[in-house]
């Protein structure tokens, strides 16, 4: 039995279905959905303190019952009851904090992980860059929050968390091209990008990967497929970026790797479930809404529509 301070012997599952875990690897039951609920709000704080206030606007929004700070006392008593001998639910000042580390939490594992990835990345060691973004893709066992997307905290909560993973899996294929292998991510890569046809940056490792393997021409009708989408969907051009690689192609610049370490392992990104592909809304044949682009496209997609002297900008109102 853990005494009040404690640490956790317990694993708190938020990329997927919410899910607590003893140290044991089985699963502690945590019946009724709004007792997930209240679960995953304090394991995101990572066993910081989370207000009263906080936990009711997270749980219930503007449909708060009206003896709320009843419903929560009891929905904190449950959980308590849930967690007996694997973690500890403290009162505190003003609110209530879990017995959880950020290295409890998947979703803090996940981040951290992420983060030192692209750090590795970025200083040119490719083959720790891919063994650690491998590691935080990993974790991913479905839609992050995927049974208590109806609180008003998850939904914020939940596309942060798909960013960041649609960003580790770009950088994990850039880890791979850096390291020649193209032909084991070709597939992937080509995956991904029909679900992102927005995105210059998959686009443009596409190229590299297409160019590497000897399909020139394929990866010419990419960067002006994207050309196309991001002119008629947007009203801009490509990147910078994506048009010296474009160039590059052009000069014959891109070429296949000429090093592929023969011991390497297969570096394949893990399988992703069907749930957690996002079509996503479509605001008309092929087109993705803007909520799910990247967040420069929108940027420049909210400019647009509001100057009605850019391409596809809106018309003012009738009578202003």
């Not at 190229?207 to 991001?230: I, N």
Request: charged share 30%; glycine share 10%; aromatic share 2%.
């Amino acid at each position: 039995m853990l005494r009040l301070g404690e640490a956790a012997v317990v694993k708190i599952v938020l990329l997927g279905p919410v899910e607590a875990m003893a140290d044991d690897a089985s699963s502690v039951d945590i019946g009724g959905v709004r007792l997930r609920m209240l679960l995953a709000r304090l394991a995101l704080e990572g066993g910081r303190p989370v207000l009263v206030d906080t936990l009711v606007d997270g749980l219930w929004g503007a449909d708060s019952p009206a003896e709320v700070g009843n419903a929560l006392q009891a929905l904190v008593s449950r959980l308590r009851k849930a967690l007996r001998g694997v973690a500890t639910l403290e009162s505190v000042a003003g609110g209530y904090r879990l017995s959880v580390r950020d290295e409890d939490v998947d979703a803090h594992r996940f981040e951290e992980l992420a983060a030192r990835g692209r750090r590795e990345l970025a200083a040119g060691r490719a083959d720790e860059a891919a063994s650690l973004l491998g590691a935080a893709l990993g974790l991913w066992r479905g839609p992050a929050l995927a049974d208590v997307l109806d609180a008003p905290f998850a939904r914020t909560v939940a596309t942060r968390l798909d960013d960041v993973r649609a960003a580790a899996a770009e950088d994990r294929f850039d880890a791979a091209l850096r390291l020649g292998r193209y032909a084991e991510v070709l597939t992937d890569l080509e995956a991904a990008g029909a679900e992102s046809p927005l995105s210059e940056r998959l686009a443009g490792l596409r190229m590299k990967a297409l160019s590497a393997a000897g399909r020139q021409s394929d990866a010419l009708a990419v960067y002006e497929e994207t050309r196309r989408r991001l002119g008629e969907e947007l009203g801009v051009d490509p990147s910078a970026e994506l048009q010296d690689i474009h160039m590059a192609l052009l000069r014959g610049e891109l070429t296949t790797p000429t090093h592929r370490p023969e011991a390497a392992a297969p570096s394949r990104l893990p399988a992703q479930p069907d749930e957690l592909r996002r079509p996503g809304p479509r605001t008309g044949p092929g087109r993705r809404s803007a909520g799910l682009l990247p967040a420069r496209h929108r940027r420049r997609l909210r400019r647009r529509r509001q100057d009605p002297a850019l391409p596809g900008g809106r018309d003012p109102a009738p009578g202003l």
